[in-house]
């Protein structure tokens, strides 16, 4: 018995599986089957890949996928972490203010070097972190429900139902308010 769990991305197809699978690939290949748009996913992400406690790399993987599974083997799918590459300019300007602060004698060189520090550890940070992707282009997608109420709401300008008689019908907001003390 295999348990496969997914981390990251991957949690939205589920985050643990148990299949009677003899490797780590039949596990996989029986999951793509059953779950649609899973093998894609993975061929277009970068994961780190852990079975039985141990790391895969890219030369050991074939082999690992292959090998056969001992009992209660769990294997791990984690997304690999990504950088930016855009805080280049943060850590040169910050080694030289830690440069400039080492190199004089008065009081201000020692706030000089926690700048020029601040600015490389922000750059460092900026460059091992990856940006995130927003889907702006249709606006359709962005209806603003008031911070996920229940209430039924309208957009503006839609029409508001005028109703003659009695009527069993949904309401609409027209007026939300929201204070914070």
Not at 9 to 25: H, M
């Amino acid at each position: 018995m295999a348990t496969i769990r997914f981390y990251g991305d991957l949690k939205q197809y589920g985050t643990k599986f148990k299949l009677n699978a003899d490797t780590a690939a039949e596990a996989l290949n029986g999951l793509y089957l059953q779950i649609k748009g899973l093998r894609q996913n993975i061929m277009n992400g970068y994961f780190r890949v852990r079975i039985n406690g141990h790391d895969m790399t890219e030369d050991s993987l074939k082999f690992g996928m292959h090998t056969k599974l001992t009992e209660d083997a769990v294997i791990h799918l984690v997304p690999q972490v990504a950088g930016a590459k855009s805080g280049i300019f943060s850590v040169i300007v910050g080694a030289v203010l830690v440069v400039v602060g080492a190199m004089t004698s008065w009081v201000g060189g020692g706030v000089l070097m926690a700048a020029g520090i601040g600015l490389m550890v922000n750059g460092m940070t900026m460059m091992l972190t990856k940006l995130p992707t927003t889907n702006s282009t249709d606006e359709s997608t962005s209806k603003n429900t008031s911070f996920s109420s229940l209430d039924n709401t309208i957009a503006q300008g839609a029409p508001v139902p005028l109703c003659y008689g009695t009527m069993k019908i949904g309401s609409k907001v027209l007026s939300q308010g929201l204070e914070t003390i």
